[in-house]
């Protein structure tokens, strides 16, 4: 089912690229605001909806459906422990550097600006 989804979703994303590649924006009479032709139509409203504009509004709510089905249907799976929680918690030994190895021990006393290590 997932699988079906994904591919509806790809041809929809492809399917608005593609509408609204091919659409005609506002913009393009800009011309007609400067001397030629009706300068009301420029931002005005605009005529009824063509079916580019129709089958883009199509998409994309086929867009958004399968967007939500998608990731509704990937928070319903089995989840797999973090990162957090999948390390080992290995207790701290003198062998692996721990600083908590002996609790009893005292630790080394601080190097002052003097010393050199020998």
Do not use: Y
């Not at 591919?7 to 659409?23: K, S």
């Not at 957090?84 to 062998?95: D, F, I, Q």
């Amino acid at each position: 089912m997932e699988t079906v989804l994904q591919i509806i979703h790809v041809i929809a994303v492809i399917a608005i690229i593609g509408l609204v590649l091919l659409q005609q924006g506002k913009g393009a009479d800009a011309g007609a605001a400067f001397g030629g032709g009706n300068s009301a139509g420029l931002f005005g409203a605009s005529g009824s909806a063509n079916f580019l504009s129709r089958a883009t509004a199509i998409a994309a709510t086929v867009f958004f459906c399968t967007s939500l089905a998608l990731t509704w249907m990937s928070n319903r799976t089995a989840r797999s422990a973090g990162v957090v929680e999948s390390v080992p918690l290995v207790p701290a030994t003198p062998a692996n550097g721990g600083a908590g190895a002996d609790a009893g021990a005292v630790a080394p006393a601080p190097a002052k600006v003097g010393d050199v290590p020998q």
